[in-house]
């Protein structure tokens, strides 16, 4: 593991039970995604939120009939919001999950945290878990550049964050194997890309 993870996933453990109550509720875009979601696929797809903190996001997916495993590489972050089952502490490098049994990957917030030449190693592993056909839904920082952000609420911790643009992120896809299908964008504390993209 990588000196930018280790301290990223300290980071997470010591902040995540403040993390899981500031974002308990989850904004509209998220529901408007996973209804979209929803839409495309059949119920009881098989779907893996990567990076999923607390497992809200891993709650809401169940919540519309998906088999959903959640993986996060913080053990804190797992169990701030109560654990449960399907929640699983692994390093979205090297998934824990076999070849081609997945429908889609939802993965929001989270490959920001991972240092840029890394990058293809995670998209590798998300087009290796994915069925032909299955749905990627990826939720980057747009913007250039890479370093440490130290924590709004708690000034003396930091975390590692990558921004990317959709044209040279969008050709990493495609070298992972993947069609870009359509993104857009947002900006809230900071701007944001979504990406829709699906498995050859």
């Given at each position: 593991?990588?000196d930018?993870?280790a ?5 997470y453990d ?7 109550r500031?974002?308990s509720?989850?904004?509209?875009w998220?529901?408007a ?15 893996a939120?990567?990076g999923c ?5 891993t709650?809401?997916l169940?919540e519309?009939?998906f ?5 996060d590489l ?8 109560g654990?449960g089952?399907?929640?699983?502490q692994?390093?979205m ?6 070849t ?14 991972i ?8 998209l ?11 749905e ?11 370093g440490?952000?130290?924590?709004s609420?708690?000034?003396s911790?930091?975390r ?14 495609t070298e ?8 857009s964008?947002?900006s ?13």
């Open positions: 593991m990588t930018h993870a301290t990223t996933r300290a980071t010591l902040i995540a039970p403040e993390y899981a500031r974002w509720s989850s904004p509209e998220v529901t995604e996973i209804d979209r979601l929803r839409a495309s696929l059949p119920a009881g797809a098989r779907v939120d990567i903190g607390p497992g809200h996001h709650r809401l169940r519309r009939g088999r959903v495993a959640g993986f913080s053990r804190k972050m797992l169990t701030a919001a654990g089952p399907g929640l699983v692994a390093d490098r090297a998934l824990p999950v076999a081609r049994s997945l429908d889609a990957v939802w993965c929001v917030a989270a490959l920001l945290h240092p840029r030449p890394e990058v293809p190693v995670v590798g592993e998300f087009g290796r878990v994915l069925r032909p056909g299955g990627l839904t990826l939720s980057v920082a747009e913007g250039d550049g890479e440490w952000e130290n924590v609420y708690e000034q911790l930091r590692w964050f990558v921004s990317h643009r959709i044209e040279p992120l969008g050709a990493l896809l992972a194997g993947f069609s870009v299908a359509g993104h964008r947002r809230t504390h900071r701007d944001w890309l979504l990406i829709h993209a699906r498995r050859h």
